[in-house]
């Protein structure tokens, strides 16, 4: 009973973060782009510094008609938003926040689940693309099939560095095995696994599947009301799973300065807050790439990089072990 009940409580921790970081990313970039770039709008809502600015964000797309369109595949088109958001609760699950066993499922493949898991995600914009019974949907939906292609080797790749260094494929395994002298040296693999990441989520400068200025929000231009709010809440719940991992594999994740070993949850998140800065900040501050300098960057620098990173990593660790 007591095993069921330890369970129940991860769960139930597991499923608290997923509805309520995503949410909190979401508001913090409406605030954070209006000091960027001068916004007056998303500070007023509500009074001081904008605070109701996500609950009228909220109101606005539950107001909004539910349109399916005539000729679009309606249950694929109904099931693609849930097929985008669901799997980054399934990543959750296997991120540890904390030591001690503070995970909500500790996996012996723990990289290739998450991995795997958020591939799988991007099968929404592909479903919401096909269904939709627009030729800017589709043709949407296939430069996210391309991207995610591209993208998704140096990801892998960088993240198979880090779990040669370590030995094992479970992420608290890795970050029992972590040292501080591994961070200067698989720095590299970190910059390729963000980057990796922040196209397959196609946030900017790596946004152009859905870019209104070329294909009018590729795979979701057919989407409204709270199916819209879904792909949207799918983007940010993305971003927390992406800083968390790249704090987890890269940046020690619960590790922190003076042995804090009981604060060690506050300094994954700490981490997880200040990539997800990042994000928000690279959106502000360069412009999205065109297709074919993206399909360019993935395949003469992500992939060559963590390749050097894994040839890296092996040279390291027959120097430690002779």
């Known amino acids: 009973m007591s095993d069921a009940l330890d369970i129940a409580l991860r769960l139930l921790a597991v499923f608290v973060v997923f509805l309520v970081f995503p949410l909190v990313i979401g508001q913090t970039e409406h605030k954070v782009m209006a000091h960027m770039q001068g916004r007056l709008g998303p500070m007023y809502a509500g009074g001081f510094h904008g605070w109701a600015q996500l609950v009228a964000d909220g109101v606005k797309f539950a107001q909004k008609e539910d349109i399916v369109p005539a000729g679009a595949d309606r249950r694929i088109f109904q099931l693609a938003p849930a097929v985008a958001l669901l799997p980054y609760l399934l990543v959750l699950v296997?991120?540890?926040?904390?030591?001690?066993?503070?995970?909500?499922?500790?996996?012996?493949?723990g990289i290739f689940f998450v991995l795997a898991v958020m591939g799988v995600g991007v099968l929404g914009s592909l479903m919401a693309g096909w269904a939709s019974a627009n030729k800017f949907s589709l043709l949407g939906g296939l430069r996210t099939a391309a991207q995610l292609l591209a993208y998704e080797l140096p990801m892998l790749l960088a993240a198979a560095s880090v779990a040669m260094?370590?030995?094992?494929?479970?992420?608290?395994?890795?970050?029992?095995?972590?040292?501080?002298?591994?961070?200067?040296?698989?720095?590299?693999?970190?910059?390729?696994?963000?980057?990796?990441?922040?196209?397959?989520?196609?946030r900017p400068p790596f946004d152009m599947p859905v870019a209104d200025s070329e294909i009018i929000f590729g795979a979701y231009t057919e989407y409204t009301g709270l199916r819209f709010a879904l792909f949207l809440l799918a983007e940010y719940a993305g971003i927390v799973v992406l800083s968390a991992l790249?704090?987890?594999?890269?940046l020690g994740g619960w590790h922190g300065p003076f042995g804090a070993d009981g604060l060690g949850w506050l300094w994954t998140l700490v981490k997880t807050v200040i990539l997800a800065f990042g994000v928000i900040w690279l959106r502000v501050t360069y412009p999205r790439l065109r297709e074919d300098q993206l399909q360019k960057l993935a395949w003469t620098v992500l992939i060559p990089l963590s390749l050097a990173q894994i040839a890296l990593t092996g040279v390291v660790k027959v120097v430690i072990s002779s």
């Open 246 to 250: 790249t704090a987890v594999l890269f």
């Open 94 to 109: 296997a991120v540890p926040i904390g030591p001690h066993n503070a995970v909500g499922q500790d996996l012996d493949a």
């Open 165 to 202: 260094a370590a030995g094992t494929l479970s992420l608290p395994g890795i970050l029992e095995a972590f040292h501080w002298w591994w961070v200067p040296w698989q720095i590299v693999g970190g910059i390729v696994f963000f980057v990796a990441g922040l196209a397959e989520l196609q």
